[in-house]
């Protein structure tokens, strides 16, 4: 076989690869909607622009010190979250919820969730608020830590 | 008298602004989907007739560039340092090869890293390259600019190039430039540019979003698909034909038939 034909089978090889790999019909991913009327920006502008806010955000908080709540990521949270038919929060980078859907889609990583929650903060009230523990949820966790008690017992 | 319009005439003008932009998305759509279905068959249709008359040109001469290696094993092996590391480069002309390396494995990266747009779900390898996807952006530019400086300051390799040559540099050049401008400055929604790549592919019409960094982008592309079969850039199949590379020498142990290459 020569050399050209190698080439000629590959090219055809890789094109049924990546045809066989393509559903029919793929559309853009379905995801829950947020719960008010309208988004804090244009939902075209939010769609290419969400990241720009985030960190934009970020950096008037962390460096200026200046507190807004417009573009804070606690409200995007707050406004998209769902919660399962227990009642329980779904963490929002869970599969199909409002951010992975379109990250996942898209291929695009998502680091916000490395450090921020992914769902409102109900549960470390709560964990704080337990009689008895004036202090803060941090004691409560350090106390589960070495009782090595499941966690979820606590906010119960 | 306002100076400022009354709300029906303001709703009928914002009515009409948007049936226009309506009209221009539509068109537009349409018009990217006509041009990439064109590209896609001139450049597999083009490539593909180029590598057949490659592959039956006669080479009627035994030209190994020695000391080669003496075996067809030997040959794949000199074809892939060749190919991965670009050997007689990196030997010939140390800038030339770094600015050479660094953009045609950018390129690569980059394009691999572009897989994402044409695969639902997105394979693991093309998620996990995406990080450096970016950097490969970068890779291309450095490259690119570097190749161009040489082409215009030194002498000799100036008194020898094309116009053609210097088009290649800035069709790529663009490419590159425009990938990470919509990368850094000016976002398109990619999970629409998904979408209409998904539906060209299973032969359905969906809306790109017209924004115009991303037509620059891709008006580029299409350029580049086109321009490739008639262009400098058939090296790259070229390569693999090159008599000077893909022959082992062994005119002793085996007699030269220089009916095919």
């Known amino acids: 076989m020569s050399a050209g034909r190698l080439i000629l089978l590959g090219v055809c090889m890789v ?7 393509t559903p029919a019909a793929a559309d853009a991913p379905v995801f829950p ?17 969400h990241m720009e806010f985030l960190v934009h955000q970020r950096d008037d908080t962390v460096y200026q010190g200046v507190r807004t709540t417009k573009h804070s990521l606690k409200n995007c949270v707050d406004c998209h979250v769902q919660k399962n038919s227990a009642g329980q929060f779904i963490p929002i980078d869970a599969p199909g919820q409002f951010c992975q859907s379109c990250h ?25 608020n337990i009689p008895g523990n004036m202090e803060s949820g941090a004691a409560t966790l350090t106390a589960h830590a070495f009782s090595k008690k499941p966690f979820n017992d606590a906010a119960q | 008298m306002p100076a400022y319009p009354s709300p029906q005439v303001a709703s009928k003008v914002y009515v009409l602004v948007s049936r226009l932009k309506g009209i221009a998305v539509f ?7 006509a041009l990439f279905y064109l590209a896609t068959a001139v450049l597999i249709v083009g490539v593909g007739r180029r590598i057949l008359l490659y592959s039956r040109t006669p080479a009627p001469l035994k030209i190994p560039t020695t000391p080669a290696p003496t075996s067809t094993p030997g040959v794949v092996a000199r074809m892939f340092r060749e190919v991965v590391f670009f050997e007689s480069l990196f030997k010939s ?13 950018g390129l690569l990266l ?37 190749l161009w400086i040489r082409r215009l300051a030194v002498d000799r390799v100036r008194y020898i190039s094309a116009p053609s040559d210097h ?29 209409y790549m998904l539906g060209l592919m299973s032969l359905q019409i969906k809306q790109l979003p017209a924004d115009p960094m991303l037509l620059i982008h891709l008006a580029l592309v299409i350029c580049l698909m086109i321009i490739f079969p008639i262009s400098k850039l058939l090296h790259a199949p ?9 022959q082992a020498d062994n005119p002793r142990e085996r007699r030269h038939m220089p009916t095919n290459a």
């Open chain 1, 15 to 21: 094109t049924a690869l990546v045809s066989a790999n």
């Open chain 2, 238 to 246: 070229g390569l693999f034909f090159s008599p000077t590379r893909n």
């Open chain 1, 104 to 128: 996942e889609f898209a291929s695009v990583k998502l680091d916000c969730f490395e450090c921020h929650a992914t769902m409102p903060d109900e549960g470390h009230a709560k964990l704080g």
């Open chain 2, 110 to 146: 980059a394009l691999l890293r572009h897989l994402r747009y044409f695969t639902d779900p997105v394979w693991s390898w093309v998620a996990f390259i995406q990080s450096a996807g970016v950097y490969a952006g970068y890779a291309m530019v450095f490259g690119l600019v570097g």
């Open chain 2, 93 to 105: 002309n140390k800038w030339t090869w770094l600015f050479g390396w660094a953009f045609h494995f």
């Open chain 2, 27 to 33: 068109v537009v759509s349409y018009l990217y989907a």
């Open chain 1, 33 to 49: 909607r947020g719960k008010g009327e309208q988004c804090v920006e244009p939902t075209q502008i939010m769609r290419k622009n």
């Open chain 2, 167 to 195: 088009l290649m540099l800035a069709l790529i050049l663009g490419i590159a430039g425009s990938g990470l401008l919509m990368k850094y400055v000016w976002h398109t929604d990619v999970v629409a540019l998904k979408t």
